[in-house]
């Protein structure tokens, strides 16, 4: 008979004595359960004693906690938060370096314990530490631990960052403006000057008074650190006021990180991060990867002011623009003197560049987005890449053909798809790692990027053959071109080119033509009734296969409070699909994590259910938060007995799939993941083309007929990579 729902069978040590193997009731008061324990080694004082588990986090249980204990957990009987709060702020005040020095290290261990940090807290602990810095007397791993343990405290989010004073911020920016300093100290001094920025509108301003950007550049070049760097120079950009985004100084390498707009865009700072991360000789690590895509992401972004600014028809200078564009493309120095006969020549002259309005082209640009975003990028163009401009231009423009390419509307449309493929106005997702390294290879990135696409949509249009009439179906081909490659991740500009080249007109239809046969394949009955036959058996096999994956395990991120996020945790299914392991990891592991690392676990038999986005308690937790559409689409948690959950976003769409898939498979409910209605359809029309292809193979004699065999079923393995 299985032991009641509220009895866990737990085994608690204490140094020096043989453990207590006793059956916790979870219905009794925690208090009264420490009691019983401490009278089982003649222990006084219980109430001056409290559990903590003996692996992983060694946390403190709490009666809110305790709801956690599993059965088969190994608990210490230790002393209490209080207690330990008031030791540990009696010695780091003490005299004694060598007792300082440990009492500094248990704290910035025990920082990380919810429960314990509020009675440090409480003590005006973080004030003592504080204090402890501002003196500028601490160095070395004492430095190293003091800072440790006041950002896992700040963290816990009990404080108001507000409450910092200007000479703390003074000190620890002193530590990142210092040429030799201790790698622990610059990480940790990075990562609080990012947390004041990302936690108080105030301290932004503070902050950014102190550093410069020629000061953290000096950082990039050190692989230690230059992940912080890149932290602190985003967190810095998206606080930043919108006015004070776009300002341009002269000498960038002098100006605050409050003027963002020319640093990102100036040579030395994208050189150094091209150069040093991400073709430095380490790979790059999901946390490097997400700081690269939010630095891309925000740099894009500055872009969102022109791109939703209408064009002024009655502003000059403005319209000049327009008919720069004019001049480049016609040489229009021999214009006629004539009003009227100016007027025409104009008229004539912007019909051939493909604007719409060709009486007045800058009505083109009142639509936002793209806005006056389009017209930099044709100007950028012409000036720029002028033979490729004129080329363009007029090689449509002589057409009569009705086939000619309408370059201003193309580039005005192009514009704004560029816009919504790259997200410009949108804010950095969440655990989002999605960067382009060939972004970062030119100093003029986006307007190259525009100078490739422009050229594609030109020779796309030819290939097509099309006119005006076939705009629609062109843009979307040229969409497809322009995302099919940014998925192969060109390293440079001219990869991109290179892989553009590979996607013309007719390898998209190959394409289109291939994946409808994978989803449509044949339609009459006899293929139908092969179809059903088939389903069963493909679906066994995808179910196997996702619980192989599900046994290799999967690492995740744990969300924290603050944007860099340096946590993980691990989970696979047991070799025998009945119990999921889990627990915490130091670091984002190079392949599988064997089962004695993972310390938690849940029977796959206490499971209720799976639920995904918005019901996941994670997710309704951070309602009051801006929830990203992202996080929301890869967020699913278990629920299990008695009122437990465990929560999780994955890392991408696939493992979201794989484990959301599996998790309804062991549990006896249908899949039904975008994943596997693909492999579906995949292996079912893989499946049979091999059994069709084996009916087509056979020999039929003249006479007489013998009976006629089955087709040979054929059987592989399904490797989904």
Same mark, same amino acid.
């Given at each position: 008979?299985?032991?009641?729902?509220?009895?866990?069978?737990?085994?608690?040590?204490?140094?020096?004595?043989?453990?207590?193997?006793?059956?916790?009731?979870?219905?009794?008061?925690?208090?009264?359960?420490?009691?019983?324990?401490?009278?089982?080694?003649?222990?006084?004082?219980?109430?001056?004693?409290?559990?903590?588990?003996?692996?992983?986090?060694?946390?403190?249980?709490?009666?809110?906690?305790?709801?956690?204990?599993?059965?088969?957990?190994?608990?210490?009987?230790?002393?209490?938060?209080?207690?330990?709060?008031?030791?540990?702020?009696?010695?780091?005040?003490?005299?004694?370096?060598?007792?300082?020095?440990?009492?500094?290290?248990? #704290?910035?261990?025990? @920082?990380?314990?919810?429960?314990? *940090?509020? &009675?440090?807290?409480?003590?005006?602990? /973080? $004030?003592? +530490?504080?204090?402890?810095?501002?003196?500028?007397?601490?160095?070395?791993?004492?430095?190293?631990?003091?800072?440790?343990?006041?950002?896992?405290?700040?963290?816990?989010?009990?404080?108001?960052?507000?409450?910092?004073?200007?000479?703390?911020?003074?000190?620890?920016?002193?530590?990142?403006?210092?040429?030799?300093?201790?790698?622990?100290?610059?990480?940790?001094?990075?990562?609080?000057?990012?947390?004041?920025? #990302?936690?108080?509108? @105030?301290?932004?301003?503070?902050? *950014?008074? &102190?550093?410069?950007?020629?000061?953290? /550049? $000096?950082? +990039?070049?050190?692989?230690?650190?230059?992940?912080?760097?890149?932290?602190?120079?985003?967190?810095?950009?998206?606080?930043?006021?919108?006015?004070?985004?776009?300002?341009?100084?002269?000498?960038?390498?002098?100006?605050?990180?409050?003027?963002?707009?020319?640093?990102?865009?100036?040579?030395?700072?994208?050189?150094?991060?091209?150069?040093?991360?991400?073709?430095?000789?380490?790979?790059?690590?999901?946390?490097?990867?997400?700081?690269?895509?939010?630095?891309?992401?925000?740099?894009?972004?500055?872009?969102?002011?022109?791109?939703?600014?209408?064009?002024?028809?009655?502003?000059?200078?403005?319209?000049?623009?327009?008919?720069?564009?004019?001049?480049?493309?016609?040489?229009?120095?021999?214009?006629?003197?004539?009003?009227?006969?100016?007027?025409?020549?104009?008229?004539?002259?912007?019909?051939?560049?493909?604007?719409?309005?060709?009486?007045?082209?800058?009505?083109?640009?009142?639509?936002?987005?793209?806005?006056?975003?389009?017209?930099?990028?044709?100007?950028?163009?012409?000036?720029?890449?002028?033979?490729?401009?004129?080329?363009?231009?007029?090689?449509?423009?002589?057409?009569?053909?009705?086939?000619?390419?309408?370059?201003?509307?193309?580039?005005?449309?192009?514009?704004?798809?560029?816009?919504?493929?790259?997200?410009?106005?949108?804010?950095?997702?969440?655990?989002?790692?999605?960067?382009?390294?060939?972004?970062?290879?030119?100093?003029?990135?986006?307007?190259?990027?525009?100078?490739?696409?422009?050229?594609?949509?030109?020779?796309?249009?030819?290939?097509?053959?099309?006119?005006?009439?076939?705009?629609?179906?062109?843009?979307?081909?040229?969409?497809?071109?322009?995302?099919?490659?940014?998925?192969?991740?060109?390293?440079?500009?001219?990869?991109?080119?290179?892989?553009?080249?590979?996607?013309?007109?007719?390898?998209?239809?190959?394409?289109?033509?291939?994946?409808?046969?994978?989803?449509?394949?044949?339609?009459?009955?006899?293929?139908?009734?092969?179809?059903?036959?088939?389903?069963?058996?493909?679906?066994?096999?995808?179910?196997?296969?996702?619980?192989?994956?599900?046994?290799?395990?999967?690492?995740?991120?744990?969300?924290?409070?603050?944007?860099?996020?340096?946590?993980?945790?691990?989970?696979?299914?047991?070799?025998?699909?009945?119990?999921?392991?889990?627990?915490?990891?130091?670091?984002?592991?190079?392949?599988?994590?064997?089962?004695?690392?993972?310390?938690?676990?849940?029977?796959?038999?206490?499971?209720?259910?799976?639920?995904?986005?918005?019901?996941?308690?994670?997710?309704?937790?951070?309602?009051?938060?801006?929830?990203?559409?992202?996080?929301?689409?890869?967020?699913?948690?278990?629920?299990?007995?008695?009122?437990?959950?465990?929560?999780?976003?994955?890392?991408?769409?696939?493992?979201?799939?794989?484990?959301?898939?599996?998790?309804?498979?062991?549990?006896?409910?249908?899949?039904?993941?975008?994943?596997?209605?693909?492999?579906?359809?995949?292996?079912?029309?893989?499946?049979?083309?091999?059994?069709?292809?084996?009916?087509?193979?056979?020999?039929?004699?003249?006479?007489?007929?013998?009976?006629?065999?089955?087709?040979?079923?054929?059987?592989?393995?399904?490797?989904?990579?």
């Amino acid at each position: 008979m299985p032991p009641p729902a509220d009895i866990v069978k737990v085994a608690i040590e204490w140094p020096g004595a043989n453990a207590q193997l006793i059956e916790m009731d979870q219905k009794r008061p925690l208090s009264s359960i420490i009691r019983e324990v401490c009278d089982g080694w003649s222990l006084s004082g219980a109430e001056q004693f409290a559990l903590r588990y003996a692996d992983g986090p060694q946390l403190y249980i709490t009666e809110q906690s305790r709801g956690e204990i599993k059965n088969g957990t190994i608990l210490r009987l230790a002393i209490s938060p209080a207690r330990a709060a008031r030791q540990l702020l009696e010695r780091i005040q003490s005299h004694g370096i060598d007792a300082r020095l440990e009492a500094l290290k248990e #704290l910035a261990k025990l @920082s990380a314990d919810p429960t314990f *940090a509020a &009675e440090f807290i409480n003590m005006e602990g /973080i $004030g003592t +530490l504080a204090r402890l810095v501002e003196s500028g007397t601490h160095f070395g791993e004492m430095l190293a631990f003091t800072l440790t343990a006041f950002l896992e405290l700040m963290d816990h989010g009990i404080v108001s960052w507000d409450l910092i004073s200007l000479s703390f911020i003074k000190q620890i920016a002193g530590y990142v403006n210092q040429p030799m300093v201790d790698v622990s100290i610059l990480q940790r001094s990075l990562a609080i000057l990012e947390s004041m920025v #990302l936690n108080s509108h @105030s301290l932004y301003h503070r902050v *950014a008074q &102190e550093i410069t950007v020629g000061q953290l /550049i $000096g950082h +990039l070049s050190n692989q230690e650190i230059q992940t912080y760097a890149i932290a602190l120079i985003n967190a810095l950009f998206l606080k930043a006021p919108e006015d004070r985004r776009q300002e341009e100084y002269t000498n960038p390498l002098e100006q605050h990180l409050t003027e963002m707009a020319s640093t990102l865009a100036q040579k030395h700072l994208r050189s150094i991060i091209l150069n040093h991360v991400i073709r430095g000789n380490r790979p790059i690590k999901a946390e490097m990867a997400h700081q690269l895509y939010v630095l891309q992401v925000l740099t894009f972004n500055l872009l969102e002011e022109r791109m939703m600014t209408k064009m002024d028809p009655n502003d000059q200078t403005q319209r000049d623009i327009i008919f720069e564009l004019r001049r480049i493309a016609f040489d229009g120095e021999n214009d006629p003197t004539g009003t009227e006969k100016r007027k025409a020549m104009y008229t004539k002259d912007y019909k051939m560049l493909g604007f719409t309005n060709h009486v007045n082209p800058a009505m083109d640009f009142t639509q936002t987005p793209p806005g006056m975003l389009a017209l930099d990028n044709m100007l950028y163009l012409a000036k720029v890449h002028q033979d490729t401009y004129i080329r363009i231009v007029l090689e449509n423009s002589s057409r009569e053909d009705k086939h000619e390419c309408p370059f201003g509307r193309c580039a005005i449309e192009l514009t704004r798809m560029l816009c919504e493929i790259l997200q410009v106005g949108e804010l950095p997702n969440e655990g989002c790692n999605d960067y382009h390294p060939m972004f970062f290879t030119h100093d003029r990135a986006w307007e190259e990027f525009f100078c490739v696409c422009i050229q594609l949509l030109n020779k796309t249009w030819k290939e097509m053959r099309a006119t005006a009439e076939d705009f629609n179906k062109v843009m979307q081909v040229v969409r497809e071109q322009i995302t099919r490659a940014l998925a192969m991740k060109p390293s440079s500009l001219d990869q991109l080119k290179n892989k553009l080249r590979g996607l013309n007109y007719s390898e998209i239809l190959r394409l289109r033509q291939s994946e409808r046969m994978s989803q449509d394949d044949f339609q009459s009955p006899p293929i139908i009734e092969l179809r059903e036959r088939i389903q069963p058996e493909i679906l066994e096999l995808i179910k196997q296969q996702r619980f192989n994956r599900l046994c290799e395990g999967s690492c995740f991120r744990k969300l924290g409070n603050r944007r860099r996020q340096e946590k993980f945790w691990f989970c696979r299914l047991s070799l025998n699909h009945k119990v999921l392991h889990y627990g915490d990891l130091d670091e984002s592991p190079q392949g599988e994590v064997p089962f004695e690392l993972l310390s938690d676990k849940i029977p796959v038999s206490d499971i209720k259910s799976v639920v995904t986005g918005k019901d996941c308690p994670h997710m309704k937790e951070k309602s009051a938060l801006k929830q990203n559409k992202e996080v929301l689409e890869l967020a699913f948690s278990v629920l299990y007995d008695p009122d437990e959950t465990l929560n999780f976003v994955a890392p991408n769409k696939y493992e979201y799939c794989i484990w959301t898939d599996g998790l309804c498979a062991l549990l006896g409910r249908e899949m039904g993941s975008d994943l596997t209605r693909s492999d579906l359809d995949t292996l079912i029309s893989m499946e049979m083309k091999l059994r069709l292809l084996d009916l087509e193979n056979i020999t039929i004699p003249e006479a007489p007929p013998p009976v006629p065999k089955e087709p040979s079923s054929y059987n592989f393995t399904y490797n989904y990579s």
